[in-house]
């Protein structure tokens, strides 16, 4: 059974940094995109991050120049380092990945981990 799980959220100032991570378990066979989203109160689910297998990324406009997504694809993990952290980025953020695994070709979320960006 595939799993996406995340770790690394918590508390933190405006201003400060934290590293998201996400790990792939399971039988996995190739994994293709990786992504972040979030999802603050009240609010829809968005994308942050992408990047693909090759590496290309892609970032929503508020948190380019603070937050860079890179990926393992031997440990198949992917992360999210996030800098300069204002109270608007305060929302659960979630991994995401496009998968073949022994069931066949799915897209999977994690479960989410709390970022709350506040003095």
């Known amino acids: 059974q595939v799993q996406l799980v995340e770790s690394g959220g918590g508390l933190v100032q405006p201003g400060g940094s934290l590293r998201l991570s996400c790990a792939a378990s399971?039988?996995?066979?190739?994994?293709?995109?990786m992504n972040w989203y979030r999802q603050a109160p009240g609010k829809q689910r968005e994308p942050v991050a992408s990047?693909?297998?090759?590496?290309?990324?892609n970032y929503t406009d508020s948190v380019k120049g603070r937050f860079t997504i890179s990926r393992d694809n031997a440990e198949n993990t992917v992360s999210l380092q996030m800098i300069s952290l204002k109270p608007e980025d305060t929302a659960v953020y979630y991994c995401?990945?496009?998968?073949?695994?022994?069931?066949?070709?799915?897209?999977?979320w994690g479960q989410g981990t709390q970022v709350t960006v506040s003095s």
């Open positions: 995401n990945a496009e998968l073949e695994g022994f069931e066949g070709l799915y897209d999977y």
């Open positions: 399971g039988i996995i066979f190739r994994i293709y995109g």
């Open positions: 990047i693909t297998t090759g590496g290309a990324t």
